[in-house]
């Protein structure tokens, strides 16, 4: 059961869940490493895990929802704000991890903050409170358990998700190739996404940051939208903060 990957999609209202779960953790004492014997029965009673391991205080709904992770390859959940939804996802991530060893979890959000302020917050409170039993190296949106196992937050903005194709090409795209056949390769097609389209006028800022900060000359960005090139163009531009440094030194 090793090699799972878990990708959760946490499209949150910012009003936190986490009054719907008790400060107190009510975990039993006894923390050993578990076995491969041990992490079947995890893997197969989530809900047992989750408050016996993790001492949550689950309601119906929330027992409901890990459940289906445990059964199904794709869950959606439908709930008002304060439902408790950010606790849970909080709690299938560590259970996931501690069930599956070489096990992956992926979370997203719509942007940073949510991903770092929200369910990120959630999962360090929860690691805070089971740290002998999880250990591995906790930051603000990573858990990293081993160099296949592990869980990381992103925002499911464009960049980020390139990032995340490359690492998927890194290290889940090569466990299914078989011997001797073609590379396999991963690309997100994200045309069809209307979220993560840009307006014009944010394309446009964008592209006026990147010729700011001499990443693009003129004349690419020109080339990029069919123009022909202005004598001038090639030069890079030098970032404010390097004229500044450079006005200062002189």
């Known amino acids: 059961m090793s090699g799972r990957t878990l ?19 009510s975990r039993s004492e006894a923390v050993s490493k578990p076995d491969v014997s041990q992490q079947s029965i995890w893997a197969n009673d ?16 929330q027992i409901e929802i890990l459940e289906a992770v445990q059964d199904h390859v794709r869950v959606a959940v439908r709930s008002c704000n304060g439902s408790g939804k950010t606790y849970i996802a909080a709690h299938v991530v560590l259970w996931w991890l501690m069930a599956f060893p070489e096990s992956m979890v992926i979370t997203t959000a719509p942007t940073e ?15 805070r409170g089971s740290e002998e039993l999880v250990d591995g190296k906790l930051t603000r949106t990573a858990l990293e358990l081993g ?19 490359g690492a998927v090409n ?3 795209a090569p466990m299914f190739r078989t011997p001797g056949g073609p590379e396999l390769r991963v ?22 940051k990147l010729v700011s900060a001499g990443v693009l000359t003129v004349n690419e960005v020109r080339a990029g939208r069919g123009l022909g090139p202005v004598d001038w163009g090639d030069r890079p531009a030098k970032p404010i903060a390097r004229e500044r440094e450079s006005a200062a030194s002189a």
Do not use: C, M
């Open 7 to 25: 990708v959760i999609d946490v499209a949150v209202a910012v009003t936190s869940s986490v009054l719907l779960a008790p400060l107190a953790n």
């Open 113 to 127: 903050w949510q991903a770092r302020e929200v369910l990120w917050h959630e999962i360090r409170r929860t690691y």
């Open 187 to 208: 690309h997100f097609d994200l045309g069809d996404i209307e979220a993560l389209q840009e307006s014009e006028n944010d394309h446009v800022d964008r592209l006026v």
């Open 147 to 165: 160099d296949k196992h592990y869980a990381h937050g992103i925002s499911t903005n464009e960049p980020e998700l390139r990032l995340l194709e």
């Open 170 to 172: 890194r290290t889940l």
């Open 46 to 61: 989530p809900a047992g895990f989750v408050q016996d391991q993790l001492g949550a205080q689950l309601w119906d709904g």
